[in-house]
């Protein structure tokens, strides 16, 4: 049986004069300093580079291509893997990465063929060679630069160019009579014709946001039919450009240890304007932060709040928008109770703030004292109801010592009363990390970290009352997976979806779906199993997208053992996985906790707790494509 998780010591004597001084200094900061990342390239612009090896970006509206710096190096084509920009150097056999800044190239490493184009898919990067009967078509590696032969792709020499971007790989043939649209099959390598383009000579192109767009030598822009190959006018570039890509995943902040936070362990929460919000677990004056992260050019960074001592600190959990528009969220622990926790609640100032960052101001909700009423909150969303009650849980305390979800009531002159819903017993289940969610009928639902058989449980508590609790599933760290450290989703049809952190027939945690059969009877149904180490599985609560997708993270499975970002698609009673995109535990940062957002666009975003250029964590972005 695996223990509770182990969490730092962070309890220790308090200096109170360093205290103040440290909260004077933040206040300080806050009126004075803005956090910023470097930019980059914005939704409508992507990078490309010349013949001549001169780098920039192109604007996918105007035709506008602005330069950043000239290596002087001719590249076969560009191709974006990850937060990165490579590119085959043309005749030649070296494999590039692309400084987004200025253009200069660093060296990657070798292939076993002299590249005629190159390009990539969100998947992988590519690259072709002439032979005798042809193109052949190339994987290559990013570490390394080495190739791996796919097969023949069938086509002649001819003025040619291939994609980068989007989930299929394209290719242009123009042999003297125009320019033909291809897809090529990334395991076979064989071309599919899909139709004349219409236009002479296509040198580049670029899937993003679902639209194929293509550059001719002539210097013009189009956006070919992915169906019919059919070109449409969209600007004048009047450059030649070899090459376009733009990477699907970017750091949009580096936590530095300081008034921004560190070490996040929660995702954000996104408003309507496409802000985000989180929280860090450490920073500020060292006790965790709340922060803004601005949808504007460069994504500004706010610090919202810094923990000071007995109004909560080291956040775990996210921070959400309650009914009145403002933030609430949990901490763990308090200096004045020991290591129980608070809920907390933040808004803006009251009047209209001129500075250039604008604090929030924190009010404690409810200060757990560890006994019957339940301590330590740990990385759960709040839920409200209708009345602007809040749910959650506690990961110990309650009169089993094993947890409580709990009620905070909203008084008519103000304030909360908690009121204990349940309290786990530890056959029922024991440790809850995650929050609750209602269903249709308000009864509630949520997940255990262990407890039940001693690896974790799902359940449910029935309404009236949520005094009797239905135990959904019992793991067995098997098969099956265990320890449960997400939430639940529902889908349309009232099926759960969850995960488990560990085990599985990979060793790495699963993602599952219950089906309910009958009151307090469902089936579970394994739909994925991640390869992986023990405790590396998914520890934040799933996202389903319209389409019936499923998106999360895992904090230490993927390529590099370090986590990914992962997509799994229903297609004909089965899930197809997808790795979206593999940490490398170094600038882009490593072991995300958290939970993925989308936006309107379904570009998504969340956090990795460390990592980062100075290795305290990073908030990120991931582009739909």
Not at 29 to 41: C, E, G, K, Q, Y
Not at 134 to 145: E, R, V, W
Not at 288 to 293: A, N
């Amino acid at each position: 049986m695996r223990s509770q998780r182990n969490r730092p010591s962070r309890i220790f004597k308090i200096n109170r004069r360093a205290l103040t001084i440290a909260l004077v200094l933040t206040l300080l900061f806050a009126l004075i300093a803005v956090i910023t990342p470097a930019a980059t390239a914005q939704s409508n612009t992507v990078y490309a580079i010349t013949e001549a090896g001169v780098f920039g970006t192109l604007n996918l509206t105007s035709g506008a291509f602005t330069e950043l710096g000239n290596s002087g190096v001719t590249l076969a084509g560009l191709g974006a893997f990850g937060g990165a920009v490579y590119g085959g150097v043309d005749n030649g056999s070296t494999l590039y990465q692309v400084n987004l800044s200025n253009g200069n190239l660093t060296g990657i490493g070798a292939a076993s063929f002299n590249y005629a184009d190159f390009g990539s898919t969100t998947s992988s990067l590519y690259g072709t060679s002439f032979a005798s009967n042809g193109h052949n078509l190339y994987s290559i590696n990013a570490g390394n630069g080495s190739a791996t032969l796919i097969g023949p792709i069938g086509l002649p020499a001819c003025y040619c160019a291939m994609s980068s971007g989007g989930s299929t790989l394209y290719f242009a043939s123009d042999t003297g009579s125009g320019s033909v649209l291809y897809s090529l099959n990334t395991t076979t390598g064989a071309a599919t014709p899909i139709g004349n383009t219409g236009v002479n000579e296509i040198d580049s192109m670029i899937v993003t946001s679902g639209v194929l767009y293509a550059n001719t030598v002539a210097g013009a822009l189009y956006t070919l039919n992915t169906s019919t190959g059919t070109a449409t006018f969209v600007a004048n570039t009047r450059v030649d450009l070899w090459g376009m890509a733009l990477p699907t995943f970017s750091v949009i902040h580096n936590f530095t240890g300081g008034q921004d936070g560190a070490n996040p362990e929660a995702g954000v929460t996104l408003d309507r304007a496409g802000n985000l919000y989180g929280t860090a677990s450490g920073g500020g004056i060292g006790l965790g932060t709340v922060y803004e992260v601005k949808n504007k050019p460069g994504w500004p960074f706010n610090p919202l709040y810094s923990f000071i001592s007995g109004d909560g600190t080291y956040p775990e959990s996210r921070v959400i928008f309650g009914p009145n528009g403002t933030l609430y969220g949990t901490t763990p622990a308090t200096y004045l109770n020991g290591y129980f926790g608070t809920v907390f609640n933040l808004r803006p100032l009251p009047s209209v703030c001129k500075t250039v960052l604008c604090p929030w101001t924190e009010t404690v909700l409810y200060t757990f004292q560890g006994g019957a009423d339940g301590g330590i909150p740990a990385y759960g969303d709040l839920l409200f109801d209708q009345a602007g009650n809040i749910y959650g849980t506690t990961s110990s305390g309650g009169s089993g010592g094993n947890g409580v979800v709990y009620e905070l009531i909203a008084e008519p002159g103000g304030g909360y009363k908690e009121s204990v819903l349940y309290a786990f017993s530890g056959s029922d289940g024991s440790t809850p990390y995650s929050g609750v969610i209602f269903d249709d009928s308000s009864n509630l639902y949520g997940t255990t970290y262990e407890g039940g058989l001693g690896n974790g449980t799902v359940f449910e508590l029935l309404y009236p009352g949520w005094a009797q609790e239905c135990t959904l599933n019992n793991f067995r760290n098997g098969s099956d997976g265990g320890y449960l450290a997400a939430g639940l989703i529902f889908d349309q049809s009232g099926n759960l979806y969850g995960a488990t952190t560990n085990a599985g027939k990979g060793g790495g945690g699963t993602v599952f779906e219950l089906t309910q059969n009958a009151p307090c009877s469902w089936t579970l149904t394994t739909l994925y199993n991640f390869t992986g180490a023990a405790s590396c599985g998914p520890w934040g609560t799933l996202l389903m997208d319209g389409n019936g997708n499923l998106y999360g993270t895992t904090k230490c499975d993927g390529a590099n053992n370090k986590g990914n970002i992962w997509e799994l698609t229903p297609s004909n009673g089965s899930w197809i996985y997808t790795s979206l995109y593999d940490f490398t535990g170094g600038d882009d940062g490593g072991n995300p906790i958290s939970n993925v957002v989308m936006d309107k666009s379904g570009n998504l975003y969340g956090t990795a707790s460390i990592g980062g250029t100075q290795g305290v964590g990073v908030v990120w972005e991931l582009k739909k494509n």
